[in-house]
């Protein structure tokens, strides 16, 4: 199906451990983010890609990397998650610079 | 720093009523600013985008203002539903270009029959 979907949904992992949020979208999109969103807030742009292979910081991107080898693909990964990176992770996509975006159905990981 | 601020207390309504929700930013002159609502365990959804010439734009019983000089856009719903309870956000690029949004931390709308 066309669109823009996250996996997985629900995750919950361990302090230390290293954690990959897939995010794949149908519609060639050259600009991909992602967000994560936290009560008191809201949402805040960790990384975000205006082409495959390029890829820039927003807001909050310590502890994460990301990548995007493909168009259709822009992983997140934490490479030793923290608790402090609990939260809901929003992949989203837009085929214009200053056009809607297209937000998935988000991420929720939980760090123990 | 630049901020986008929305009223964090959630806005009651009654069926029928118009809602307005409030969206103020400081220390940036947007070229654009967006809408988006979002539900309970969902991603947020587009709704409007007007840009700095626009004083106002409407889709059906949305209408959005942009006064710039204020630094503040109204998102009005008319005839309000239960259907439109949910929590809505706006957005800015506060860099100028690549669609990197900043969002507020939206208001709760609720609408009581």
């Known amino acids: 199906d066309a669109g823009i979907t996250q996996s997985p949904r629900y995750k919950i992992t361990e302090t230390g451990r290293q954690v990959t949020l897939m995010c794949h979208q149908t519609w060639s999109h050259s600009y991909m983010f992602w967000y994560r969103q936290d009560l008191g807030h809201g949402l805040r742009l960790i990384y975000y890609?205006?082409?495959?292979?390029?890829?820039d910081k927003g807001e909050v991107p310590d502890g994460y990397v990301v990548s995007r080898s493909k168009t259709e693909n822009f992983p997140l990964t934490l490479e030793s998650a923290t608790r402090s990176q609990t939260s809901v992770y929003f992949c989203?996509?837009?085929?214009?610079?200053?056009?809607?975006?297209?937000f998935g159905e988000g991420s929720r990981l939980t760090v123990l | 720093s630049q901020k986008i601020e929305q009223n964090s207390e959630a806005l009651n309504i009654q069926e029928g009523k118009t809602a307005t929700l409030t969206c103020n930013y400081t220390?940036?002159?947007?070229?654009?600013l967006q809408w988006y609502r979002q539900d309970p365990g969902r991603g947020p959804v587009f709704l409007l985008l007007?840009?700095?010439?626009?004083k106002e734009k409407r889709k059906e019983r949305l209408k959005v203002t942009f006064d710039t000089t204020l630094k503040q856009s109204l998102f009005h719903i008319t005839a309000s539903q239960p259907a439109d309870s949910a929590t809505y956000l706006c957005?800015?690029?506060?860099?100028?270009?690549?669609?990197?949004?900043?969002f507020g931390t939206g208001t709760q709308l609720k609408v009581e029959l």
């Open positions: 220390n940036y002159s947007p070229a654009y």
């Open positions: 890609s205006a082409a495959a292979d390029i890829t």
């Open positions: 957005a800015l690029d506060f860099t100028g270009g690549g669609n990197k949004l900043t």
């Open positions: 007007i840009r700095e010439n626009e």
């Open positions: 989203a996509s837009t085929g214009t610079g200053d056009g809607e975006l297209f």
